[in-house]
């Protein structure tokens, strides 16, 4: 295990040899090679859950005014919202699964509900399950939200960055238009690079095209932590 990270940690640092060589996961923000550059194809590490967010958690918590979750109260929020967001996307083709070994949420928005092909504006018939998340998004205020934007391999590495790029600004933008406080949202494309599935086969890549949605509940001693910092 040793030896694979610092294997791993040299090819990101010869990355210039290969833009997209070294990503790092949003789901785990784990430095890992890609797959697309190398045809290959966790939780987070301890306490850097929130550095694993974009543009790290310390100044969003403090921009943002989160007074975060008591201890104590934590596990019973996340089960509950997760709980919601599932029961609210049902059907819709949202996916709602647990990230980070229980500490975020992931909601797995596909691109044949969200999008068109080679679109980035929503279909005007996925507003309404979109909205039910950004009711859930205020009803638990205390999180941070990042929206992360994929396609598949088809077409220039330069299009795919920026069609993901401009769905995740999509959603973000939505949800913000819906209420829910800006300064918690952040979102960011990553192209090609984070696939979930075989590039090779038709329904390999309908699974990458996809925006994920990552909820970060932020407990009071986040919020403590932040604050000292």
């Known amino acids: 295990m040793k030896n694979s990270r610092v294997i791993i940690s040299a090819l990101c640092a010869v990355s210039l040899v290969s833009l997209s060589a070294c990503v790092t996961d949003p789901n785990t923000g784990e430095k890992k090679v890609s797959r697309t550059a190398i045809g290959a194809g966790g939780g987070a590490l301890a306490g850097l859950l929130l550095g694993g967010l974009i543009g790290g958690g310390t100044g969003r918590i403090i921009g943002a005014g989160i007074g975060g979750i008591a201890g104590a109260a934590y596990g019973s929020t996340y089960d ?72 598949d391999s088809t077409g220039s590495d330069a299009y795919n960055q920026t069609l993901s790029e401009n769905r995740a600004r999509t959603v973000a933008n939505y ?53 000292g910092q």
């Open 80 to 151: 509950k919202q997760i709980k919601q967001l599932k029961e609210q996307t049902a059907g819709s083709g949202v996916d709602v699964t647990p990230a980070d070994g229980g500490k975020a949420i992931l909601v797995n928005l596909p691109e044949g509900v969200t999008f068109d092909v080679g679109s980035y504006s929503l279909r005007p018939e996925f507003r309404a399950t979109l909205d039910k998340v950004a009711d859930s998004l205020k009803q638990y205020p205390d999180s941070l939200i990042d929206v992360y934007g994929h396609t």
């Open 175 to 227: 949800l913000s238009m819906q209420g829910v406080a800006a300064a918690r949202l952040r979102s960011q494309g990553y192209g090609e690079t984070m696939p979930v599935a075989d590039n090779a086969t038709e329904e390999g890549r309908r699974k990458n095209r996809r925006v994920e949605i990552k909820i970060v509940p932020v407990t009071q001693e986040d919020v403590a932590r932040a604050r």
